[in-house]
């Protein structure tokens, strides 16, 4: 292999069958395909599995998701807030 860690988000099979919910699936593929920031995860490719079922493979990255931070913390301090809100903004 090419010694790199990839996530795969996929479309759970029963809204494989919803067209607005492939093409919302399509749109973010093509929203990230057209992105570089350091903020913002790497789209490496997207596709369909026999034609039915989307998926995207993006960079993984290895961490706390910020549902976990809040559970484990509970609520966090308006500058903490700032900072990842600045973060999003800038990516």
């Not at 903020?39 to 706390?64: A, S, W």
């Amino acid at each position: 292999g090419l010694g790199r860690h990839v996530a795969i988000k996929m479309l759970k099979a029963q809204l494989s069958e919803d067209k607005v919910s492939v093409k919302r699936f399509e749109q973010e593929a093509n929203a990230s395909a057209t992105l570089q920031h350091k903020n913002l995860i790497t789209l490496h490719d997207y596709g369909m599995i026999d034609d039915k079922q989307p998926y995207l493979v993006m960079e993984f990255l290895d961490g706390e998701g910020l549902n976990c931070i809040i559970r484990e913390n509970g609520c966090l301090t308006p500058a903490r807030c700032l900072r990842i809100f600045t973060q999003v903004m800038e990516g």
